[in-house]
């Protein structure tokens, strides 16, 4: 049996509530986009080519999605919260066996566990949000977890750059599992949203899976992580292979958790003034004004200016895409959520995977002219999709 009535949203969140659902979610991303600046030195330590070192970044980024629909059942089953925390918990040392991993298959395998249970802190933030939020209001709480999201991208590229450059990649990966586990005691004070309940694991999904509407947003999901989430890993590898320090690299690559900042703060003074169908047309052709400047020339100059305009498409496109995703089943929101982030991580792995032998041989601009004609499909389904929905 699944309880259809949906939990009854209050008409705001608190600051302390927002705080930590910020914090999991910066954690939770400082984890997933550290590795990126980080691909050309860890190859050479451990004795390995590029291209196997893309495999604990994929191999992460598999996990990360495939995880979500478990973790979305299992918080429908017995709250965001304490899903978070049991996440969290498992997360911190999978991220210190990372940090001391010997060899590659050690790396991978610690990442891709480290991914598994990282997984569950965004998509529970989210539904959080979702279960408290009235949907007319929603996105600009939503907006503020975003930037949050990308604070922790930027900060990642940066600290991770310049650690792996002046020291070593390893405290970079150990920083996130020590900050997991103090977060999974600190989230304690955050209280269990009210919620419907189901009354097995599976019944959410059968609930979740009979929306029409959630495949179509779900097929949006898996192309839009392709393009911003995919592509997006090699903008580092990219300058480094013309020469650019790994530091410098990476932080040009953190840049776009400051186009994401500054855009976010535009898309909530845009909520309700402009419609959703125009802010992902607007996000749309920020990505591939972004990905045809990054195809012209892999120097710093264009790729700042791409890294801030993927920062903006992100904005602008995802956090609309990603606050419809969270009206579609009410009666089992965290679920649906989830089976989103399967496709938008799924989609991230699926195309850094099948990019990185053209990387591997220092090729970028084909990934990148590749990313920004993909981006005209993603922006027209979203957009339509989006005005279409009632």
Known sequence: MVTTTAPRPVAALSPCALRLLRTAGFVSNFDRFCIAPMLVLIGPDLGVPLATVVLAASGYYLAYGLMQPVWGAASDRWGRVRVMRVSLAGAAPAALVSALAPDAPVLIGARVLTGACFAAAIPASLTYVGDTVPAAVRQRPLSELMTAFALGTALA?????ALAHYLTWRPVFALPGILAGVLAVGLRRLPEPARSRSGSLLASFGTVLRSRWQWYVMAVALLE????LGFLTYLAPALEAHGVPVALAGAVAALYGAGATAASQAVR???GRWSPAALIAAGGAQTAVAYLLAGYRQSTGPLVVAALLLGGGWSFLHSTVQSWATTLCPAA???GVALFGVALYGGGALAAGLAAATAQA???RPLFWLAALLSVPLTVAAA???ARYR
């Not at 590229?157 to 750059?161: E, N």
């Not at 992580?225 to 911003?228: E, K, N």
């Open 157 to 161: 590229t940066a600290v991770a750059g």
């Open 225 to 228: 992580g392709a393009v911003l």
């Open 269 to 271: 003074r845009l909520v």
């Open 333 to 335: 929101r965290a679920t």
């Open 362 to 364: 220092g090729v970028y």
């Open 384 to 386: 339509v999709g989006r």
